[in-house]
């Protein structure tokens, strides 16, 4: 009987720890950009950007892992990965997918970050899905999923330029007055990837859309 009992409370010990593995609930934030010491604060970087606001507040340090820069944190029971993709803007699909299968995070929890010339600047527009828009990193990924159903926060980046200019715009630096008020947008970027992961999608948009 005393063999029975202890076999009994080893199997339920077993049960309940291999349960709560499989329940851990992990998070893949992807900040797109390209990597390069001449891609630094570009406003094609604004992803990278925000992972990196995230990171200092936090203390995570990025390594350089297969196809991406990660770091890792953990947040009411949830295991929170943030990538900053090294495939460049053109292939950032490759990494989120190999991350998505690796980590085995569920798709409803990625969430791209990515600016978008459409939006004023500092404008926050999160959806859960959309058209790549011509936005050639949003077009690798929707191409690597084969679908567009996935959560993106987009970060108006302006449309200040003159015809021809749009690549020199975009892989510009900030001007004075965008690099002014920045902090402030990335800190509230920052705030509404916590709000994803702690309340949902739905009422993140509700919350920061047009912020």
């Given at each position: 009987?005393?063999?029975?009992l202890k076999f009994t409370q080893i199997?339920?010990?077993?049960?309940?720890?291999?349960?709560?593995?499989?329940?851990?609930?992990?998070?893949?934030?992807?900040?797109?950009?390209?990597?390069?010491?001449?891609?630094?604060?570009?406003?094609?970087?604004?992803?990278?950007?925000?992972?990196?606001?995230?990171?200092?507040?936090?203390?995570?340090?990025?390594?350089?892992?297969?196809?991406?820069?990660?770091?890792?944190?953990?947040?009411?029971?949830?295991?929170?990965?943030?990538?900053?993709?090294?495939?460049?803007?053109?292939?950032?699909?490759?990494?989120?997918?190999?991350?998505?299968?690796?980590?085995?995070?569920?798709?409803?929890?990625?969430?791209?970050?990515?600016?978008?010339?459409?939006?004023?600047?500092?404008?926050?527009?999160?959806?859960?899905?959309?058209?790549?828009?011509?936005?050639?990193?949003?077009?690798?990924?929707?191409?690597?999923?084969?679908?567009?159903?996935?959560?993106?926060?987009?970060?108006?980046?302006?449309?200040?330029?003159?015809?021809?200019?749009?690549?020199?715009?975009v892989l510009g630096k900030w001007n004075?007055?965008?690099?002014?008020?920045?902090?402030?947008?990335?800190?509230?970027?920052?705030?509404?990837?916590?709000?994803?992961?702690?309340?949902?999608?739905?009422?993140?948009?509700?919350?920061?859309?047009?912020?």
């Amino acid at each position: 009987m005393k063999h029975f009992l202890k076999f009994t409370q080893i199997f339920k010990s077993a049960f309940f720890y291999n349960k709560s593995s499989e329940q851990e609930v992990k998070y893949l934030i992807v900040g797109l950009g390209n990597i390069g010491r001449e891609y630094v604060e570009t406003r094609h970087n604004i992803g990278f950007q925000v992972l990196d606001n995230i990171a200092e507040k936090k203390n995570l340090i990025f390594e350089q892992k297969r196809l991406a820069y990660i770091a890792e944190s953990k947040f009411k029971g949830r295991k929170l990965i943030y990538c900053k993709p090294t495939t460049y803007m053109n292939l950032s699909g490759k990494a989120i997918n190999y991350w998505l299968q690796k980590e085995k995070v569920p798709l409803s929890n990625l969430l791209v970050i990515v600016d978008d010339l459409a939006l004023t600047f500092g404008t926050i527009r999160i959806k859960k899905k959309g058209s790549d828009a011509g936005h050639n990193g949003l077009i690798d990924i929707i191409k690597s999923l084969g679908h567009q159903n996935f959560n993106r926060m987009r970060f108006g980046i302006g449309d200040e330029f003159s015809k021809g200019r749009q690549v020199n715009y975009v892989l510009g630096k900030w001007n004075s007055i965008e690099r002014e008020k920045l902090p402030e947008r990335l800190d509230k970027m920052s705030e509404a990837v916590k709000s994803f992961v702690s309340i949902g999608i739905d009422r993140t948009m509700n919350i920061y859309n047009g912020q």
